[in-house]
T-cell receptor, first 111, second 115 residues
Framework: AQSVTQPDIHITVSEGASLELRCNYS??????LFWYVQSPGQGLQLLLK??????LVQGIKGFEAEFKRSQSSFNLRKPSVHWSDAAEYFC?????????FGTGTRLQVTL | KAGVTQTPRYLIKTRGQQVTLSCSPI?????VSWYQQTPGQGLQFLFE???????NKGNFPGRFSGRQFSNSRSEMNVSTLELGDSALYLC??????????????FGQGTRLTVV
């Protein structure tokens, strides 16, 4: 069965600093991967997706992610974090319309 | 275009009662999936409906059920509520079912509190 691991439960970065959130997946075939963001009490917003092709994918709000098959990873990055990026971030893999999510990484941004 | 609409946003119910949550997908989307989010278990898949048929089901007891109408709107029902059913219930809509390369768009969720 597919699975996703997000090793970092909580990360704190200073505004303006770079960010990398880790995601490792387990899937038998080529995975289709997603990053979602959730603000407190809200639903999930899709940041970006990887289906195939270029391993570096661009998303909304200045985020990007790189798919590395050799490392089974799909890490999310942002060059310069804004205070409004404080939220919880979820990595997910899809199989037959079912999303399997990681446990999430809560991002705190200090001013 | 309008997003995924879930109603109500908040609910408080008593143990033993039943509850019905509603989800209206994005116009033109025919697949609706439901997820439960709790601090302890995270985001877990409940079930998916497409063309009024349940296509996929997660590992939840039979107290959790759902249905989809001809206009693609979906409802989920939880009977005999337990304290552990307190959660944020999220609905996601997709254009089609079964294809991995399709995006899921989520609603704001319904926060259910069981007392």
């Amino acid at each position: 069965a597919q699975s996703v691991t997000q090793p970092d439960i909580h990360i704190t970065v200073s505004e303006g600093a770079s960010l990398e959130l880790r995601c490792n997946y387990s899937y038998g075939a080529t995975p289709y991967l997603f990053w979602y963001v959730q603000s407190p009490g809200q639903g999930l917003q899709l940041l970006l997706k990887y289906f195939s092709g270029d391993t570096l994918v661009q998303g909304i709000k200045g985020f990007e992610a790189e798919f590395k098959r050799s490392q089974s990873s799909f890490n999310l990055r942002k060059p310069s974090v804004h205070w409004s990026d404080a939220a919880e971030y979820f990595c997910a893999v899809v199989d037959a319309s079912k999303l399997t999510f990681g446990t999430g990484t809560r991002l705190q941004v200090t001013l | 275009k309008a997003g995924v609409t879930q109603t109500p946003r908040y609910l408080i119910k008593t143990r033993g009662q039943q509850v019905t949550l509603s989800c209206s997908p994005i116009s033109g989307h025919r697949s609706v999936s439901w997820y439960q989010q709790t601090p302890g278990q995270g985001l877990q898949f409940l079930f998916e409906y497409f063309s009024e048929t349940q296509r996929n089901k997660g590992n939840f007891p039979g107290r959790f059920s759902g249905r989809q109408f001809s206009n693609s709107r979906s409802e989920m029902n939880v009977s005999t509520l337990e304290l552990g059913d307190s959660a944020l219930y999220l609905c996601a809509s997709s254009l089609i079912s079964g294809a991995r390369n399709t995006e899921a768009f989520f609603g704001q969720g319904t926060r259910l509190t069981v007392v």
